[in-house]
């Protein structure tokens, strides 16, 4: 009977996980550029009474076997990456990618963060003017270098072409090429990036080693859209659903450990 319990009390545990994953999805429905987790799970150990012997020397044997299971266990959030909705700012530093690629981020000297999120921001500098995030990390170039254009440069003037070349608009109104591009990033095994806050990455060994998109080092080179963001690509209706069945999972876990509570109950009062 003790087995029950704990079997059931495993599966509280998990669909906990479970609601706090869907949570944080729901909390991110508005991020930029971000990427919904599902929570996968796997059966613990099972405890086999008897097992199946088809003997022909002695029928009629067991076809099958007697086991009993032993609860559930979370193995491992993913991540789906799929496009989420593209809203139009018309913007010039708004940046969706279209695409398997990231934008490549220097969080902090000698490292390199990835991420999804668009907004790009200018932000003022001795030798110009340095594009970064909302939070001021530094947009990395196709070079891994930061960008950093020249002082003269507005950035309602500023122009990116879907393979993420920059140029400017001078003052007869042609654009000119400021001899840089930024640069996307795509990874073996996206599913292995490990998320650090602030709509960051950073790879792993799990993930691979960054691939700098470039013709020919990936099968599919990534698009940039200016002037549009991407949103997340959580939907709201499939969480609550998500929320609901889990809610149900975790109360049908706690009826069976009443169940078993009370069938102790009973076993203890046959003695009176």
Do not use: C
């Not at 891994?144 to 393979?163: F, K, N, T, W, Y």
């Amino acid at each position: 009977m003790m087995r029950s319990l704990w079997t059931a009390a495993s599966g509280m545990i998990s669909q906990q996980k479970n609601v706090d994953t869907i949570s944080n999805n729901l909390a991110n429905v508005n991020t930029y550029g971000y990427k919904k987790e599902r929570m996968e799970f796997k059966t613990l150990m099972y405890d086999t009474m008897e097992r199946a012997n088809l003997d022909p020397a002695n029928p009629p044997g067991r076809p099958a076997n007697l086991q009993i299971g032993l609860g559930v266990r979370p193995v491992v959030t993913s991540r789906v990456f799929t496009q989420g909705n593209i809203e139009r700012t018309d913007h010039p530093l708004d940046l969706t990618i279209n695409g398997d690629g990231f934008f490549m981020i220097e969080n902090a000297p000698d490292s390199v963060a990835y991420t999804k999120d668009g907004a790009i921001k200018v932000s003022p500098i001795d030798e110009g003017i340095m594009l970064t995030t909302s939070e001021g990390y530094p947009i990395l170039s196709s070079e891994g270098e930061r960008i950093i254009l020249p002082r003269e440069v507005m950035a309602e003037d500023i122009g990116v072409s879907q393979e993420g070349a920059l140029s400017y608009m001078d003052t007869s109104g042609a654009y000119a090429d400021l001899g840089m591009s930024v640069g996307l990033a795509q990874f073996p095994n996206v599913q292995g990036l490990e998320a650090i806050g602030s709509n960051l990455f950073v790879a792993t060994s799990a993930s691979g080693e960054a691939i700098v998109e470039a013709p020919g080092d990936v099968n599919r080179l990534s698009a940039i859209m200016q002037g549009t963001l991407e949103m997340s690509n959580v939907q709201v209706a499939t969480e609550m659903v998500d929320l609901i069945v889990a809610q149900r999972a975790y109360e049908l876990n706690s009826k069976a450990i009443q169940t078993s509570d009370e069938m102790l109950q009973q076993a203890n009062n046959l003695k009176r």
